[in-house]
């Protein structure tokens, strides 16, 4: 007769990371931005178990929110674009959601090429504007970026979802956190959004700003837009 030996016993380290594990997935989705199992194989390496879970959480969204989605974020067909979205013979079709997407390219269409190069350099400088004031910034402690100042659109965005679908959206009414000083890459919820002949209308409503960007891409479209920018508005073209 043989005996069965008793399972072995899991590690008390293992079964606080495996619950950490579940809670940041949760906590994530709760966000709308569910991570790969891939992606959150490589975060927990960099987490001490015994830092409190809910700075854990917080930490995790920054993370994600800082990444590009179409490597991160685990998407099923409820929670993304449709494919013939950007088709321009749909009159109109209706998005229930949620469907997160990250911001691509973003324009003040509501300003003058010109203007819109002088708020990127005044942002750059770390200047606002309070009416006709200039007023220089001082970034806070903790490496808070300065404020910026709010374009006042309406603005055009080129949005793609974790698929890797891209969509043009026209903000329709002023959504408050929408403007050229929010990071390229920034993610966004949509939730029963209308899309009419292939561009998505955006309002408050319907869009919910969870912030981040990704550094590279945003420092790449400050610099390139500059020029598009001073060139679109005929000025410097002579050296």
Do not use: C
Request: a positive charge.
């Amino acid at each position: 007769m043989t005996t069965q030996r008793p399972a072995a016993a899991i590690p008390a380290n293992n079964t606080a990371m495996n619950d950490i594990r579940t809670s940041i997935a949760t906590h994530l989705a709760s966000k709308n931005v569910p991570p790969t199992p891939a992606w959150l194989a490589s975060f927990l390496p960099s987490i001490r178990t015994s830092t409190p879970l809910q700075a854990l959480q917080k930490t995790a969204l920054f993370r994600i929110l800082a990444t590009d989605i179409t490597t991160t974020l685990a998407t099923i067909p409820a929670t993304s674009l449709p494919a013939n979205i950007a088709n321009a013979a749909v009159k109109e079709l209706r998005l229930p959601g949620p469907i997160v997407v990250q911001v691509l390219d973003i324009e003040d269409i509501g300003h003058s090429r010109w203007s819109q190069f002088e708020a990127l350099e005044a942002q750059k400088r770390g200047e606002t504007r309070r009416g006709h004031e200039v007023i220089r910034v001082i970034p806070e402690e903790g490496n808070v970026p300065a404020p910026v100042n709010a374009s006042a659109g309406p603005h055009k965005l080129l949005l793609q979802d974790g698929k890797g679908t891209k969509v043009y959206g026209f903000e329709m009414r002023d959504v408050g956190a929408v403007n050229v000083g929010m990071g390229i890459g920034a993610k966004m919820v949509l939730r029963g959004v209308t899309v009419a002949r292939g561009v998505v209308m955006l309002e408050p409503g319907g869009v919910e700003v969870l912030g981040g960007k990704v550094e590279a891409w945003d420092k790449k479209w400050r610099e390139e837009r500059k020029e598009v920018l001073k060139q679109q508005a005929g000025v410097g073209l002579d050296g």
